[in-house]
């Protein structure tokens, strides 16, 4: 809320060129307390609310490029991007038409279609773990049916996860009072739990660069310790790269460190930007899948034409090595330009977390230890300056081809001010 503002920036938020008039105030206030009568806390997803940094939500109204506008004409140097599905930025041009021309021909059909093939064939040849793979609708639908497969294929019941990562809000992966919990970066505390547990775990399930506590990368030998205890102790190893799929290298985060899963979790970029998720792996494990084996998955939209022709108009253009090297770029130039002493810039390929503390960020403790009502501050002195970076701390900004140096220089001024202040 503005009266959690400091004078200097309840004033900046006033005289700004991009910044709110009240009539704009007023009118997102309406739709504010309309949305709230109708859809739980007003919105669809939680982290919209801003419930961690305060204020009330714009509504946004369209995006191009590199740029979100809301619902009263504001325009935004946006680093949300959809959270990270939108590598190319909003609008773009080739998605569109592919999504229009996928339209006109039907956007339902409840049938196999040749693009579902296209874009399972396209998957499998980027992603190195990946044999075959399923297409549903949801990250949650994906991760949640990777544990199904885990537990099918095991015979066991068992999963290990890690605190602060995010697999979606399947009871099994957000609440599930069985499963084990280890700290992230943490293979000591893995292998103990092995030790203990080993022959009944299905499944050890991990965010392999965690992107929902912010960046967090793994440490040295950490990946390779969880494939090793994998073997060991005879559960799979599944890693949910929804976020990192196709964005911190095309074959996501496993190609970049070396480490082959057993499964595999995709989503965000994997779907061009519309509803689309995936999980693969070893063919062993996938032809247990009904309707070959026993473990049943079913959805009425999975594959449907509208994702499967987006994702296709994105995933061919990420052949090009070019574009993880524009990325890498633009994410390097703008992980410099908001390097300050009080703050850790945490950074693996086009996402970033700029954490609140002096000290590298190894886990959610770590994360949860920052000066997370200066990360609110900072939140609303750049919307305020007209760029918007994910409203919590516990998120990453997500570089896009859509940025450019005006972009990152706009962000670092505004950011460099605030830092200094």
Not at 179 to 206: T, W
Not at 315 to 336: C, I, K, M, S
């Amino acid at each position: 809320m503005l009266d959690r503002m400091g004078a200097t920036e309840d004033a900046a938020l006033r005289s700004f060129a991009g910044a709110a008039s009240p009539a704009d105030e007023a009118g997102r206030a309406a739709v504010w307390r309309r949305a709230r009568a109708v859809i739980p806390g007003g919105v669809n997803s939680p982290v919209r609310a801003w419930g961690s940094v305060g204020g009330e939500p714009f509504f946004a109204r369209r995006g191009e490029g590199a740029y979100l506008e809301d619902t009263d004409g504001k325009r935004y140097v946006d680093w949300v991007q959809s959270w990270g599905p939108l590598v190319f930025g909003h609008a773009d041009p080739e998605v569109v038409e592919a999504v229009q021309e996928a339209a006109a021909d039907g956007t339902t059909f409840g049938a196999p279609t040749e693009r579902e093939v296209e874009l399972a064939e396209e998957i499998c040849a980027a992603v190195p773990s990946v044999e075959k793979v399923r297409l549903v609708s949801s990250g949650t639908e994906a991760a949640m049916s990777a544990v199904r497969l885990a537990r099918g294929f095991t015979g066991r019941g068992r999963i290990l996860k890690f605190a602060g990562c995010y697999h979606g809000h399947a009871d099994t992966l957000l609440i599930d009072t069985d499963a084990l919990v280890c700290p992230f970066n943490d293979a000591d505390a893995v292998s103990d739990a092995v030790e203990r547990h080993g022959e009944q775990l299905a499944g050890i399930v991990v965010e392999p660069v965690a992107g929902n506590m912010g960046v967090v990368p793994p440490a040295p030998g950490f990946l390779e310790a969880l494939r090793d205890l994998s073997d060991a102790s005879g559960a799979l190893l599944v890693f949910d790269e929804v976020i990192t799929g196709f964005r911190v290298a095309r074959g996501g985060a496993q190609e970049r460190y070396g480490v082959r899963p057993d499964l595999t979790v995709l989503g965000k970029i994997a779907g061009g930007g519309l509803p689309l998720a995936a999980f693969g792996g070893r063919a062993e494990v996938m032809d247990e899948l009904a309707p070959e084996g026993p473990v049943y998955q079913a959805g009425t939209l999975s594959g449907n034409p509208l994702a499967t022709a987006a994702a296709l108009a994105v995933l061919r253009r990420l052949r090009d090595p070019d574009v993880y090297r524009q990325l890498e770029e633009t994410g390097a130039a703008l992980e410099a330009g908001l390097r300050h002493e009080d703050v850790t810039v945490q950074r693996i390929g086009s996402m970033l977390t700029v954490f609140f503390r002096s000290a590298p960020v190894r886990n959610v403790e770590d994360a949860r230890a920052g000066d997370l009502d200066r990360y609110g501050a900072f939140f609303r002195h750049l919307l305020a300056h007209g760029i918007y970076v994910a409203p919590s701390q516990f998120e990453a900004f997500f570089v896009s081809t859509a940025h450019g140096p005006g972009e990152v220089e706009r962000t670092v001024e505004a950011a460099q001010e605030f830092l200094a202040g």
